[in-house]
């Protein structure tokens, strides 16, 4: 079965300052990897997917993630923090089948003026 | 284009009475996903329907937990004796799974709702 672990439960940023958001996966089959952002008292949104093809993917709001098979990793970055960027982020993972997607225990990211 | 809607968005009981909840997926959807997420952790699957076929369950669904999907349309979860421990919010999610009459590829993606969140007294 897979599993995300997402490394650190809370992450503070200065406003401009990289973002960087820690996810590793584990999958018997190749997976499929999202990440989620959740506002307070609001479902999820999807930031963006791999599925297959190019490893670098990049999402909404001027944030990106690299699939890195050997590292089972899947990490987001955006080079430059908004205020508007704090939130609550999820990492997750499903099989390509899509029977069921494993999120990780989230990252909340607070940015400072 | 209307999202996935759930109703209602909160509601608060006193234990041991019954709940339902009810998802109404995007039209053309045909894989309904219902998650638990507790205050600092993220969605845990609860169980999942491909058209009215309830495919997976998860443990966590306990028997006091039902959901059904009886045209293929909308769902609804219901819990019936609510506990203190049953306070979270519930999370319905829809995508266009393989098989689905629209004959798109799967993407993986699931589009989620604004989430029904339960406070047991």
């Known amino acids: 079965a897979q599993s995300v672990t997402q490394l650190g439960s809370h992450v503070s940023v200065s406003e401009g300052a990289l973002v960087l958001l820690r996810c590793n996966y584990s999958?018997?089959?190749?997976?499929?990897l999202f990440w989620y952002v959740q506002y307070p008292n609001q479902g999820l949104q999807l930031l963006l997917k791999?599925?297959?093809?190019?490893?670098l993917v990049k999402g909404i709001n001027g944030f990106e993630a690299e699939f890195k098979k050997s590292e089972t990793s899947f990490h987001l970055t955006k080079p430059s923090a908004h205020m508007s960027d704090a939130a609550e982020y999820f990492c997750a993972v499903s099989d390509q089948g899509n029977n069921d997607m494993r999120f990780g225990a989230g990252t909340r990211l607070t940015v400072k003026p | 284009d209307t999202g996935v809607s759930q109703d209602p968005r909160h509601k608060i009981t006193k234990r041991g009475q019954n709940v339902t909840f009810r998802c109404d997926p995007i039209?053309?959807?045909?894989?309904l996903y219902w998650y638990r997420q507790t205050l600092g952790q993220g969605p845990e699957f609860l169980t999942y329907f491909q058209n009215e076929a309830q495919l997976e369950k998860s443990r966590l669904l306990s028997d006091r937990f039902s959901a059904e999907r009886p045209k293929g349309s909308f769902s609804t979860l219901e819990i019936q004796r609510t506990e203190q421990g049953d306070s979270a919010m519930y999370l319905c999610?829809?995508?266009?799974?393989?098989?689905?009459?629209?004959?798109?590829?799967?993407?993986?993606?699931?589009?989620f709702g604004e989430g029904s969140r339960l406070t047991v007294l």
């Open positions: 039209s053309e959807h045909n894989r």
């Open positions: 999610a829809s995508s266009l799974g393989s098989g689905s009459a629209a004959g798109r590829p799967d993407t993986g993606e699931l589009f």
């Open positions: 999958s018997s089959v190749p997976p499929y």
């Open positions: 791999y599925t297959t093809g190019a490893t």
